[in-house]
Each structure stands twice: as C-alpha cells, then as structure tokens.
C-alpha cells in the first residue's frame, strides 16, 4: 500500500504534465484559448440564474432572496457535474489509455489520479466563480463555507472508489460503461439537484437516504443556500460507503490489472 | 548495468467459450476454471548478459513481441518468471504510446517524465532529441500528422536520450528511411560500446547478424534455437524456405526415358511449394513443358539458402513434358536481389546448351553450378522454359523458385561492407604537400 503511494509520488511529474496538457489541448485550436475555460461555466450559470430566478420566478420554500433558487441549483449542478466527470471518466480511463498501458510500465494508478486531478482543475475555475458571484450577491454562506471542503473531499473519493471500480470491470464487461451511462441519466434525476427535496412526498423523502449522492449535494444546498452546517452524520456515513467503494476499487484493480492489459 | 533472466517464462491469454463465462467465472464463489488457456509462450529460458546484444527473430505470431511486453513489463507472465537488472527503455510495436493530438515535443516530455525524468532534465536533452529525430518543424506538430517513419524516429530518439541499462527494440526501426536505420544502428553500437545491454527484434536479418552477438529464435511459442547469431540465423533462413522438410508426396508419372547426365539426381517428385511465390499462380506459359521442382544445393548435394563469396551452388531444375516437344528448348536462370532487379543471367542457350526432343511423360534434369561472385546480400531465383531463345512464349516460367543468401566475411563486415560485388582494387591516396 505504501509502495503503491511512493510508486505514484515518482510520477509526479507525469501525472502533473498530463494534467496540464490536456488542459492545454483543449483549447488548443481555439483564438479565444483559455478564456473558454471561463466563459462555458460563466454562461452556465447566467442562464440559470436568468431562467429560473427572473423569468420563472421560482422560489424556494422557506428561503427568501432572488438568487436563492438559482444559488440552490448551481451548488447541486456544479457539485454533481464534478462527481459525474470523474465516474465517466474514470470508468473509461484505462480503455482511452490502452496504447499506453501496452506499450509502457508506469505506475497504473497514475491513471485514477490523472482523472482525479483534471475534474478537480475543471471545478476549480467554475466553482471559483461561482463563489465571486455569491460574493458579490451578497449571499455568501460565511463560516459554514468551509465544511464544503469535507464534503467535496467524500464526495470525491466515493466518485473515484465507483470509478476505480467501474473502469477494471469496464475492461473486462464493456456493458458496464454503456449501463452507467444511462444510469447517470436517470442517478441526476432521482437527486434533488434541480428540485429541492422538500417538494417531494413524506414516503420518498425517506428514501432519500439510500442515494449517496441526495446526501452530499443537499449538504452542499445546505451549505450555500441556507449558510447553515451540513447533517455531519448522513456525511459520515456516506463517507464510511467511499472509503469501502475505494478498499473494493482497488481490491478489483490489484487482482485483475495484470490482465487487464492482455485484454485491452 | 542490465542483465535479462528468464526461468520458464511462459505467457496464457485466457479464452471465454462466451461473454458470460467470464462473468460466471467472476461471481462464483467455487473458484472454478471456465476458460480455456491458449499459450503463446512456454518455457523459456535464457540469460542475458550485461552489454550484450541480443537478436530475437521468429515469424509473425511466434510470440515475439509478448515476450519483449513480459521482459518490459508491461504485460505479466502467466507461468516462470523473468527477472531484469537495470532501467529499462523500450520501443514496442512503433511508437511509446503517443498521444496523437499532443506534438511531437509534449510527447517527448511525457516519454521523459514516464521514464522519471524531472522537468530541468528533460529540458535538458531536448536539443539533442531533436537534433537526432531530425524531422524539422513537425516536431512542434501534433503526433497524428506523422508518417509512421517519423514517428519511429521521435521515439527511437526519446528512448535512447538517457543511455538505459537495458535497451529493447521491437521492430520499430523498420518504418525508417535508410538514413535513418542507420543513424539508429549507429547510435544503437555507440549505446552498447558503453554498457547497454541492447534487445533487438527485426525481420531485417543482415541488421542481426551485424548487430548481435547471439541471437533467440522463437518458434510456435517455444525457443528454437538460442546461441550465437550466425548460427542461429542461418537455421532460421533454412525453416523459413522450408529446406528441411522437401519430403513431399510423389506424383505418379511415368519412369523416365530420356538420357540425363549421369551425376544428376533423378528425382521426379512434384514439389507442392514451387509455385507458392509466384503471383497469381498463373504464369502465361503453355505447360508443354512444366517445373516440377527447382532446388538449389550446396557443393555436398543438400539443400541449403546460405553460401559465402565463391562457394559452389548447384541449381537444379527438373521438368516434365505434358506433350511431346522438339529439341532446341532453353531453360532460363536469373538471379535478382530481393526487389526483383536481375544482377545475373545463366540462360543454358548462352552456354550452347539446349533440352533434346521430350515425348509426353518424359522428363529432362537441369543442373547449373556456379561458383557464386556476391559478397553478401540476399538473392532470389526465378526460372523459365522457352522453345527457342527469341520466343515470345514461354513453356512454363517460376518466379521466386528459390531463396539463397550469401553470408558476408567477417573481415568485411568489420570494415562495414556495403554492396553486392567485392572486387580487387589498386588504391592510391596521396595528399598535398
């Protein structure tokens, strides 16, 4: 295990020049460049903001503000587009680099943390300007703003154990990546991210639990709307679920990357 | 420095009868088998000395590049293990895993940083990496836009930057212009003069036999011969024209009648295979006249496809009459080098010597000895049998009937002999002054 840390520390290198590269290449053939990184989220987040908080009107019960709804939408939109980029990600991720895992032996789970690193940069730039926004709005949550960290941290490792464990079994099944693809569809709507919770009825609300992801994004909801702490115990438990999605993750890696390679 | 060993490496790829084996196989508890192993590789066994150049030859599927894979590692081994001493540097099947949309450069650094470089190191080789890839501004071009070639020399370029201890080479020079197989072998020598230990898979055998001290020859998932290079590739040359085994079923024909030279071997065997590298299979002759077999021997009368400047080679053709023929018929010998170009011409009628009058089923012996002038160089043998020497219309024509090769003196080759023919020369070199 700790080889496998020192192993990755070795690469550093690699995995920090690929993550800067491809950040790099997507904007490549681009005049504007990077101000694409800027603008794509930036868009975003004006057009829910004029949609639902000026056209429709819409509000959230029990929460004053006009931004209110859009600030709601937004904290589950911008928390949930990183979970879903590193799963599908990450469950294509030795397939996309099978050139490279036949032709060169480095480390594998460079490839994982690759992943890892690149939704985190593409957060950063969007969710950092949404916090300008609720700066400057006037909303922003105070103190509370900080338990966002432990909450992105969970978050983040529940999505890296699924997608760990999803890309060694895509390998070997190829369904699973087109399953989950669909299932991602159907996984953004059974979450409260576009409608809050409180709508939903007494019976279903208490299923809620069941779904890691209501979990952590109503604790972000909670986080930016309401600038009130999140439920620390339903975050606990779903971190309990990360940490053993990850110890399955790489269980599933250690015994089968050895074939992986010959299947690719 | 880097040493290779491997004890009984063997490498299985599992086979699922279905989709759904596999994934029984994975949810039952019983661990049971429900694959089948289909092995590439069994028992080998070899030890690689520290700076020692190494060939690996066999044909296609022989299981060459799976072996190279185990030895880099990135690829386990099903059985046996194989252990290596020393940083690794490895050029599998074209390229080091490129990224096509990144450019030659970036793909430089990845390669650079893969192999643990930090930044300032690699900045620092960068010049000369770009000098020796010499592909001009490409190499600030995104990968997907280069030829084969010259992706080979940005990779052949990066991976030999950092002298490694073990240096493996998977056919990838083959995608090289002339020049820059060259520069490689140069650089390849330079590399092992100080050390590496240099593991060399090409189809290019005259680069084998220069290049290394012993070579591997894999054969249907096994090791055929492992030993020194000349040897080893002379056997390799003998399977791949299927020297050893000329033991054909016979056609039933009629004995012959017609008076052969007395030292001839009267074989009247059909030999399946005569025909196998002719293009088409239909050569345009009328089969009045047909090849039932073409040999070519050493001075002892075996079978042989290498020779060295100035051995005796006997070529000999046996043919058949489907119809009767007069006499006057000339047997056609032309000797080209492996592009087809013809280099030598021993048509029988230049030497007045002309087939008698055939009956149907009957069968005429030609053997021509020649004392070979190359001095190295690869050759092959294409014959034909016309009525008369200025016919347009051939009896019957074999293009491809033999393969031979002319191994060149070491002497020669020390000086970096370059050509077909070595001759006496009087050489004067004077200077100014």
């Keep these: 295990m700790l080889g496998m840390f020192r192993a990755l520390w070795a690469y550093r290198g690699f995995i920090a020049g690929n993550v800067k590269r491809e950040f790099q290449s997507k904007y490549r053939n681009s005049l504007l460049g990077a101000a694409w990184n800027v603008l794509n989220p930036l868009s975003m987040i004006i057009i829910y903001t004029v949609i639902f908080s000026q056209v429709m009107r819409t509000k959230l019960p029990g929460v004053d503000g006009t931004f209110a709804y859009s600030i709601h939408l937004c904290a589950g939109v911008l928390t949930w587009g990183l979970f879903a980029e590193i799963v599908s990600r990450g469950q294509n991720t030795f397939i996309d680099n099978g050139n490279l895992l036949k032709k060169l032996n480095f480390p594998r789970l460079c490839l994982p943390v690759i992943v890892v690193a690149n939704g985190l940069v593409n957060f950063a730039i969007i969710f950092g300007l949404f916090t300008a926004f609720l700066i400057a709005t006037g909303n922003f949550p105070g103190l509370p703003f900080l338990a966002l960290l432990p909450v992105l941290l969970v978050m983040v490792a529940f999505a890296i154990g699924l997608g760990i464990t999803l890309g060694v079994l895509n390998v070997f099944f190829r369904d699973v990546g087109q399953f989950f693809g669909i299932f991602l569809n159907f996984w953004f709507w059974i979450t409260p991210i576009v409608y809050p919770a409180s709508i939903l009825p007494e019976r279903l609300r208490a299923l809620m639990w069941l779904n890691p992801m209501a979990t952590l994004v109503e604790a972000c909801q909670t986080i930016l709307v309401q600038g009130a702490w999140p439920d620390w115990s339903r975050v606990a438990g779903v971190a309990v679920l990360s940490a053993a999605l990850c110890a399955l993750g790489l269980r599933l890696f250690r015994k089968h990357a050895g074939e992986m390679v010959d299947e690719l | 420095m880097g040493s290779i060993t491997a004890n009984g490496l063997g490498k299985a790829y599992k086979q699922y009868s279905n989709h759904w084996a596999r994934l029984v196989e994975w949810l039952d508890p019983r661990d049971k088998a429900r694959h089948a192993l289909k092995w590439v590789l069994k028992d080998i066994n070899f030890h690689v000395e520290p700076g020692e150049a190494v060939g690996v030859i066999g044909v296609n599927g022989a299981g060459k590049s799976t072996l190279l894979k185990m030895i880099t590692g990135t690829t386990q081994p099903s059985s046996g293990s194989v252990e290596v001493v020393g940083r690794v540097a490895a050029l599998l099947e074209l390229g080091m895993g490129f990224h096509p949309e990144f450019t030659g450069r970036q793909n430089a650094y990845m390669a650079g940083q893969l192999a643990g470089l930090q930044e300032h190191e690699i900045e620092a080789l960068m010049p000369g990496v770009e000098a020796f890839a010499d592909i001009g501004d490409y190499f600030d071009k995104p990968v997907r836009i280069y030829s084969s070639g010259m992706q080979a020399r940005v990779a052949f370029s990066v991976a030999t930057a950092v002298s490694p201890d073990i240096l493996i080479i998977d056919e990838a020079l083959s995608v090289g212009d002339m020049a820059f197989q060259a520069k490689c072998m140069q650089r390849m020598r330079s590399l092992q003069e100080q050390g590496t230990t240099v593991l060399f898979v090409s189809h290019a055998l005259n680069q084998i036999r220069q290049f290394c001290s012993r070579v591997l020859y894999l054969s249907g998932g096994g090791v055929r011969a492992w030993g020194e290079a000349d040897k080893v590739c002379d056997l390799y040359q003998n399977d791949l024209s ?29 030999d399946p295979d005569l025909r196998k590298n002719s293009v088409g299979g239909d050569t345009g002759g009328t089969l009045d006249l047909e090849f039932l077999s073409f040999k070519i021997l050493d001075a002892g009368g075996s079978p042989t496809v290498s020779c060295r400047a100035g051995d005796l080679l006997r ?21 080209a080098d492996k592009t087809g170009y013809h280099l030598m011409a021993c048509n029988t009628n230049y030497y007045d010597r002309h087939l008698p009058a055939l009956a149907a089923g009957e069968c005429a012996y030609v053997e021509w000895g020649i004392r070979i002038p190359f001095a190295a160089g690869e050759f092959r043998v294409d014959s034909g049998i016309k009525p008369e020497p200025f016919s347009a219309v051939f009896y019957d024509r074999v293009f491809c009937a033999g393969f031979f090769s002319v191994v060149p003196d070491v002497e020669l080759l020390k000086r970096n002999f370059g050509g077909y023919l070595f001759v006496d020369a009087d050489i004067d070199i004077s200077a100014d002054g």
């Design chain 2, 242 to 270: 299927g020297a050893n085994n000329l033991s054909v079923p016979a056609v039933q024909v009629k004995a012959a009648t017609a008076e052969a030279p007395a030292e001839l071997a009267r074989n009247r065997e059909r």
């Design chain 2, 315 to 335: 070529f000999q053709a046996t043919i058949l009459a489907n119809r009767d023929v007069p006499e006057g018929g000339s047997v056609g010998l032309l000797i």
